[in-house]
């Protein structure tokens, strides 16, 4: 068999195939000619073949036949095959193959070997890739080697140390005694190595790190030692540019910044040094940048003293100026970090900041936009909005989703007027509408909803800007909605900010048609569109034109809109009394401050917060079909039921507790709340939405039974709204004291024509017996006219078996609660 | 810590590769492919870092060979960025022309070098001593 070829002419042949296949072709010859040889037992050439099958595997082919021949080799006598074995071994094998178990008893016996390479070989071995099992059995020699006093077998010693502290964290008390004295090496490779080595203890265990702090006294030494790197002079042997060994200066103040971080005495001692560094360092190279960056790392990190503070972040401020694009990065990057704490500070390099939006470089970019929204404020926030919006003009795509939701939120937080609001907010919509989270729908319509002054305006600037561009869904469908609501306003032409445009009626209804029919809307903006229509039919006078849109739809495709077609369809043929009503302006939504509402709504992705006309009849969330049978409950009682539900909140699940306005075509689950008794009318109610309770300050509104009868009992108590002062808060304790308990509670109210009532659902539907635990639940009642509060209350339950029910009059209020 | 070294040429073959950290092969294919991608199609003014999933990638171009390094998140890049250079350095002093075809001995530096992920030695003379007595044991 000729001897097998050289590495080199194999990657030369490799090298000058020309496809894929052709290279396949070779190493699948190469290693079967590779594998025969391993079958011979060739001791003097199974050096060279693994190293070829090694050079096979970095290019992606299977070589795991060789990992016994790495064994075999590292097992011989010649240092070139054990080198290449070792390599082997590092390359090819890891804790998971069982192979690997056999190469310890190998290494201990080199670990003890005359060479000092060779040693060096295990112990290298030994730190990439030993297994928990073999840094257990070998540590004692590893710890051996760490206090022997050849330089070059104690820095790789302490690597391997490093890993075998990773593996077996039990082991690290092992190491300790040997760290004492190697602090005072002067070889810098041991130096190095042997900072990484108190780095990884410090790191993995803060019992360590006291004890280092207090009893190594490790922080002077440590202080010592950068003093004399920089110091000093030209020294040949580490210099890089011009500065002494920045690799280990660099280290030594990663460990100093673990040291410092939290304590005071440790601080204090590293501050003079982390000065000098800082002011003493050449920054005209990278290298000098480097130490710089980790300087700065450093400061910010420990207790440092507030001149040490504002000298880093004015090196930072430096940096951003640098033309080299990574020093740029690099001072993003901490700023980003700093801006928390040192605000104030960073302010003061916000144009440069704001200069970087513009850089070419992705992630330079990208740094700069999160560092923008971070330094916005009430003070800088329209010149900052003018950047950040052309900068959401010309970025890519990859951005404006992020940039799009920041804009949102520093508008929010800190916008100088309502206009302004709604102009930013529009301007968004317009340049990256479809990039914007779809929980901005509903904030958007419920903030143009609250500026009732500006409606007009805003409506129709969203009916120019719709002219131009119907693509962006979230866009739209803001637009329709407000179309749909304020189309009076639009037609009238009655805009105090700007000057009023000329739209006709049919223009209106030409856009919304023309929505409907748009390929690029989509089905929840579809429903947008239907419902905006027929909104308008009370606002504008062309109701047949509208008759006729929406007698369309009755057939369409889409269930949803076709749904939706049908009820507005029944809406006008029988229902037409009512459509005045049901369809007048919405009423201001409140914002609950950060209360998702936990019961969405939202399975076909509409949003759409319909809102209630409180004086007027109800909708329940019924499947459609049972919308007839809501309309049997209007009666012409004189305690009108009040259902209102819960306004659209501030959507963390969007739009939770929405009614739908004809049907909850979208609710698969209806409410958790009371069942609707059909068979009786004044009493409807419903506990929409689980919304948790306000926390308000009990205004001292004296409690009250007001109902106690059979055994149960159910007290009211009062809070006041802390957000509208009209609005009462009651919450029902409902207690049981028979021994039975009492299941399928239901508590239900009716209140007089001028207020509003609000059910949420209760805490269960069963009252334990014997008075264990009372339900709760809660109404919220709206009094705008301060009248004074009768309540009608209807109770049904099962009790011992049997069903009861009762109706009770309440009246006996206490006045506070109505006042 | 250092994860993981890849040198490469301007069409994307890797010429050297050494990882820290253990990845299995499968993905290891998958990793070369991203990063790989990543750096050469940036561009000239665009910075030498990029984030890639939880490493930080530091690349250097030198004439036709980009040598990339992965490391964890706390590194300090402009250091790492040095240290590319420190090797490269070494490399060039070792290999009068930097040819590739003694790869053992390229790895041979690089464990001298950098030993589980962090810097053992940077001193150029003192990195090559042991190639030196290699070499001359190889030849008596």
Known sequence: MP????????????????????????????????????????????????????YMHMLGYPAHFGQLECLKLIASQKFTDKRIGYLGAMLLLDERQDVHLLMTNCIKNDLNHSTQYVQGLALCTLGCMGSSEMCRDL??????????????????????????IRKVPELMEMFLPATKNLLSEKNHGVLHTSVVLLTEMCERSPDMLSHFRKNEKLVPQLVRILKNLIMSGYSPEHDVSGISDPFLQVRILRLLRILGKGDDDSSEAMNDILAQ??????????????????????????????????????????????????????????????????????????????DCLKDLDVSIKRRAME???????????????????????????????DCA??????????????????????????????????????????????SVEMHAYTVQRLYKALLDDISQQPFVQVSSWCIGEYGDLLVSG???????????????????????????SSPVTRGYALTAVMKLSTRLSSVNRIKKVVSIYGSSIDVELQQRAVE????????????????????????????????????????????????HPPTIIQPANQANDLLDLLGGNDVVPVISTAPAMKPASAGGELLDLLGGLSLSAPTPAPPIPMSQPPFLLDGLSSQPLFNDIATGIPPMTAYNKNGLKIDFTFERSNTNPNIAIITIHAANSTEAEMTNFVFQAAVPKTFQLQLLSPSSSIIPALNQGPVTQVIKVLNPQKQQLRMRIKLTYNHKGSPVQDLAEVNNFPPQSWQ | MIKFLLMVNKQGQIRLSKYYEHIDLAKRASLEVDVIKGCLSRKKEECSFVEYKDYKLVYRQYASLFV?????????????????????????????????????????????????????????????????????????
């Open chain 1, 371 to 401: 560092l923008s929204f971070a330094l916005v404020n009430g003070n800088n926030i329209r010149g900052m909005m003018k950047e950040l919006l052309y900068f959401l003009d010309s970025c890519d795509p990859e951005f404006k989703a």
């Open chain 1, 277 to 354: 560094v800082a002011t003493n360092t050449e920054t005209s190279k990278n290298v000098g940048n480097a130490i710089l960056y980790e300087t700065v790392l450093t400061i910010m990190d420990i207790k440092s003293e507030s001149g040490l503070r504002v000298l880093a972040i004015n090196i930072l401020g430096r940096f951003l100026l640098n033309n080299d694009k990574n020093i740029r990065y690099v001072a993003l990057t901490s700023l980003l970090k700093t801006v928390q704490t040192d605000h104030n500070a960073v302010q003061r390099h916000r144009s440069t900041i704001v």
């Open chain 1, 139 to 164: 540590a004692g020699e590893v710890e051996k080697l760490l206090k022997t006093s050849n330089s070059y077998l104690r820095k790789k010693a302490a690597l391997c140390a490093v890993h075998v």
């Open chain 1, 568 to 615: 507005y369809n029944a809406l006008f043929k029988k229902y037409d009394h009512m459509r005045c009503a049901l369809l007048e302006r919405m009423p201001i939504m409140e914002k609950a401050a950060a209360n998702g509402p936990t019961e969405t709504v939202q399975t076909n992705g509409e949003a759409e917060p319909a809102g209630l006309e409180p004086k």
């Open chain 1, 405 to 450: 939701s920041g804009i949102f939120l520093a508008a929010e937080k800190y916008a100088p007027s309502k206009r302004w609001h709604i102009d930013t907010i529009m301007r968004v919509l317009t340049t990256a509408g479809s990039y914007v989270r779809d929980d901005c729908v509903p904030n958007l319509i419920q903030l143009i909803t609250n």
């Open chain 1, 3 to 54: 001897a097998p070829i050289r590495l080199r002419e194999l990657i030369r042949t490799i090298r000058t195939a020309r496809t894929q296949a052709e290279e396949r072709e070779m190493i699948q010859k190469e290693s079967a000619a590779i594998r025969s040889s391993f079958r011979e037992e060739d001791n003097t050439y199974r050096c060279r073949n693994v190293a070829k099958l090694l």
């Open chain 1, 494 to 520: 009655q805009c105090e900010e700007e000057d009023p445009i000329q739209v006709t009626e049919d223009e209106v209804l030409d856009v919304l048609e023309g929505l409907l029919a748009s390929n690029l």
């Open chain 2, 68 to 140: 990339m390094v992965g490391v964890s998140e706390n590194e300090n890049e402009l250091a790492v960025y040095e240290l590319v250079h420190n090797f490269v350095e070494v490399l060039d002093k070792y290999f009068s022309r930097v040819i590739m075809f003694n790869l053992e001995k390229v790895h041979v530096i690089l464990d001298e070098m950098i030993l589980n992920g962090h810097i053992v030695e940077t001193n150029k003379s003192r990195i090559l001593a042991p190639l030196l007595v290699l070499d001359k044991m190889a030849e008596s």
